[in-house]
Each structure stands twice: as structure tokens, then as C-alpha cells.
């Protein structure tokens, strides 16, 4: 089955300064990427996804870049701000069954004003 | 905007109780789902309900755990005899077909004393 990886689980950036998490997935048969905010104590939030007939997808601050031969996926955050503090998953559907999603490990995302 | 709505948003239970985890997903969805979220942990996938039926279960949704769709509206979580490991946060999810976003509720957080 698919597994992803994330990295890097904590990431501490200045207020203003850009942040990158990278994911890598196993399966080159998966076709949707999303990513998720969640804040302590809250549920998951999509902010972000793309499918696999995309190479890279920007929403305002945020962007998400998709390299399929290597199989990884990056998340980017331009001109972070302290409310963008929180847990960042990366996760990957997987082509066949019923759409499961399956997670990365989460980055714990800080910035600092 | 529609959401996924959970109760209770936090149970404590003694070990060896059952427990029954409620969730209302989005009206015209047709894809359920439970995932578990250890403290400090990814999220991770449970099960899938499809067509009145599981359709894809991980290694953890052994023999004490269940689902159900008794209304068509509610959908719910059995755990039969609790453990200590089983504290963790659930979240129920809902989608409206294969290739469409996941929206996830807010968590009901269980703790097994």
C-alpha cells in the first residue's frame, strides 16, 4: 500500500520568510495530493491539493509543486505570518479502492513575529 | 457551508466499556470514513463505507471496532471493550464522489482510563 513521508516534523521561520515542506509517497499509481492544516486541537483543514495531471497549483500565499517521476510533492508558504503557525500534513489518495487518504507524519510549523 | 458534525466532541470512558462515536456527515455525500489521530501522531485511516457497506479496513479496525449507518444520516463508530491505546482523537470524513475533496469533522477526543 502507499506511505508517504514528511518532512521536516518541525520548522521554525520568521515572520515574512517562506517555508517549504517536502513529501515523498511509494505508490506511482496515486493521483491527488491534498494538504492539510490542523490547529491544536482542531480538525483538519484542506488548504491545498493537486492532481496528478498537474505540475504545480498556487492559491494566494500558498503553493503546491508535484514532481511524479521522483514522486514527491512540496508544500510552499510565501510571506508566512504567525496565524500560519500549525501542523501541516501532506497526504496521497490512493488510484484504486475507495479514496482512502494516507498522511504524512505532519510538520509543526512556528513563525516567529 | 456545509460540515461534518461529530458528538460528543469528548468522552471519557473506563476500560473494557463500549463506546459509540457519532458522526453527520455531508447530506449528499456517499464516501464515509474514520481515521484516528494518536496525540502527537498522524492521522491514520481506519475505515471506509460505501453503498451501505465497509468497503477498505486497516489492520487496526480489528474485531472490537464497528461501524454504522443506521438512518442514512448518522453514521457511527462501535469501539465494543476499550482499551488504554485506544485514547486518541477520531474524526469522521465525508466525501461527495472519488475524485472530491475530503471535508473532516471536528473530532470527538477519547479518553480510556
Known amino acids: 500500500g502507499e506511505n508517504v513521508e514528511q518532512h521536516p516534523s518541525t520548522l521554525s521561520v520568521q515572520e515574512g520568510d517562506s517555508a517549504v515542506i517536502k513529501c515523498t509517497y511509494s505508490d506511482s499509481a496515486s493521483n491527488y495530493f491534498p494538504w492539510y492544516k490542523q490547529e491544536l486541537g482542531k480538525r483538519p483543514q484542506l488548504i491545498i491539493d493537486i492532481r496528478s495531471n498537474v505540475g504545480e497549483k498556487k492559491d494566494q500565499r500558498i503553493a503546491v509543486t508535484l514532481n511524479k517521476t521522483a514522486k514527491h510533492f512540496s508544500l510552499h508558504i510565501t510571506e508566512t505570518q504567525p496565524e500560519d503557525s500549525a501542523v501541516y500534513f501532506c497526504a496521497a489518495k490512493e488510484s484504486g479502492g475507495y479514496n482512502k487518504l494516507i498522511f504524512g507524519a505532519g510538520t509543526r510549523l512556528a513563525v516567529h513575529p | 457551508e456545509p460540515e461534518v458534525t461529530q458528538t460528543p466532541s469528548h468522552q471519557v470512558t473506563q476500560m473494557g466499556q463500549e463506546v459509540i462515536l457519532r458522526c453527520v456527515p455531508i447530506s449528499n455525500h456517499l464516501y464515509f470514513y474514520w481515521y484516528r489521530q494518536i496525540l502527537g501522531q498522524k492521522v491514520e485511516f481506519l475505515v471506509s463505507?460505501?453503498?451501505?457497506?465497509?468497503?477498505?479496513k486497516s489492520e487496526i479496525f480489528d474485531d472490537q471496532f464497528s461501524v454504522e449507518r443506521p438512518d442514512g444520516s448518522n453514521f457511527t463508530l462501535k469501539i465494543r471493550s476499550t482499551k488504554l491505546e485506544d485514547s486518541a482523537m477520531y474524526f469522521c470524513?465525508?466525501?461527495?464522489?472519488?475524485?472530491?475533496?475530503?471535508?473532516f469533522g471536528q473530532g470527538t477526543r477519547l479518553t480510556v482510563v
Open positions: 463505507f460505501y453503498n451501505n457497506e465497509i468497503s477498505e
Open positions: 470524513a465525508s466525501r461527495g464522489g472519488p475524485s472530491t475533496e475530503a471535508f
